[in-house]
């Protein structure tokens, strides 16, 4: 009965607020990516570097641009960040696993790799960034976006969380909990 009313409450506040700012994340000791995301670990672990400055969105919508502008090409493993900026094609992955690390690195906090659905019909499982600031929260997706956008530019439908990786933390976002019980 507990476990019922629990997920029950669980849906409702999904339903309620499907958006990546307003997802539940829980944190988990594992999730399915941890294997392949091997490669890619000790960026996500890596101390975000203090810097003098704080980080804008000005500047990130110019490293956003950046990675926007490498081609695109799928690939199986998560490439790191230098293969991503080599010049070789790069995917939703190794594109925001290049962000992330250049983020922590001039001192931005409160960033999160999100693995989930870009939009509601997504067959396919997609990779972005979510930044929280004093002045709101972000998507930072440089595979389809050219700037960083808010939950109300991207709507309720768009950015569906399931997984999310913030340092050496890991997240699972509610409605992966709520569809696998």
């Known amino acids: 009965m507990k476990k019922s009313l629990l997920l029950s409450c669980l849906f409702l506040a999904f ?10 994340l829980f944190t988990v000791n594992a999730t399915p990516y941890d294997r392949q995301m091997a490669r890619i670990r000790p960026v996500l672990t890596a101390p975000a570097h203090l810097s003098g400055s704080q980080v804008s969105v000005a500047i990130v919508n110019q490293w956003m641009a950046d990675l926007r502008s490498i081609p695109y090409g799928f690939t199986t493993f998560w490439k790191t960040p230098a293969e991503a900026q080599s010049g ?28 989930g659905k ?12 979510a930044w929280d600031t004093e002045s709101g929260s972000y998507v930072l997706d440089p595979t389809f976006n050219w700037v960083a956008c808010t939950s109300s530019q991207v ?21 992966a909990l709520v569809a696998q019980n």
């Open 155 to 175: 709507g309720k439908r768009n950015y569906q969380p399931l997984y999310a990786y913030a340092g050496s933390k890991k997240f699972r976002a509610a409605s």
């Open 118 to 129: 870009r939009t509601a019909t997504s067959r396919q499982t997609h990779a972005w960034l």
């Open 15 to 24: 339903a309620a607020s499907s958006s990546f700012a307003d997802a539940l």
């Open 88 to 115: 070789a094609p790069a995917d939703c992955k190794a594109k925001a696993v290049a962000l992330y690390e250049k983020m922590r690195d001039n001192g931005a906090t409160n960033v999160r790799l999100v693995i």
